[in-house]
């Protein structure tokens, strides 16, 4: 069965630093991968999606980028964290016709 | 472009009462429509979905129906309970794009 790994769950950062989140499928080849973010009482917003290895499109201007070094594995990240990055932070892929599934999230405070 | 219109929230409901949250969508094609919910601290899970006018998609006592005439997916229960407490986001897929209402917060009481 496919499932979707996401980590940590729940991180504090100082602002400057660099952030890592790292989302994994299995059971599952060259899936469509996606990071969201949900900032506080307010809706999803697409960060970035990615169709295969190292091909990233990128939805909005920001502080943060991504990568996707393997066929199974999408990375976000940022050199230095802002306030205004604080946020629930959800992976996401795509399978056929169905909707998404979404990763359990990492809880992201910067402080 | 496409987008989605949902209901703003909260909602507090007693428990057993009826639930409905509204959800309209703008397309250029045939999109797929889907609820999602997310319970508090967690991700987003599938609810139901529907991928062609007048489907009904059901699950856990929810249902809504993709209507092509009013652009609507309005999500209904008939009697809600306390662990229905979450935030719900309707959503439409067109192609591999998805597009997400920004989530009605639901809160039943007992």
């Known amino acids: 069965s496919q499932t979707i790994h996401q980590w940590p769950a729940t991180l504090v950062q100082p602002v400057g630093s660099p952030l890592s989140l790292e989302c994994t499928v299995e059971?599952?080849?060259?899936?469509?991968l996606y990071w969201y973010r949900q900032a506080a009482g307010r809706g999803l917003q697409l960060l970035f999606y990615s169709v295969g290895i190292g091909q990233i499109s990128s939805e909005v201007p920001q502080n943060l980028s991504a990568s996707r070094p393997q066929d199974r594995q999408f990375i976000l990240s940022s050199k230095k964290l802002l306030l205004s990055d604080s946020g629930f932070y959800l992976c996401a892929w795509i399978e056929g016709n169905y909707g998404y599934t979404f990763g359990s999230g990492t809880r992201l405070t910067v402080v | 472009g496409d987008s989605v219109t949902q209901m703003e929230g909260p909602v507090t409901l007693s428990e057993e009462a009826f639930l409905t949250i509204n959800c309209t969508y703008t397309?250029?094609?045939?999109?797929?429509l889907f609820w999602y919910v997310q319970y508090p601290g967690e991700g987003l899970q599938l609810l139901l979905k529907a991928t062609k006018a007048d489907d009904k998609g059901s699950n856990k006592g929810f249902e809504a129906t993709y209507r092509k005439e009013t652009t609507s997916f309005h999500l209904e229960k008939g009697s809600v309970q306390v662990s229905d407490s979450a935030v719900y986001f309707c959503?439409?897929?067109?192609?591999?794009?998805?597009?997400f209402g920004t989530g009605t917060s639901l809160t039943v009481i007992p």
């Open positions: 059971g599952t080849s060259n899936p469509n």
């Open positions: 959503a439409l897929r067109s192609g591999n794009q998805f597009y």
């Open positions: 397309a250029t094609g045939y999109p797929s």
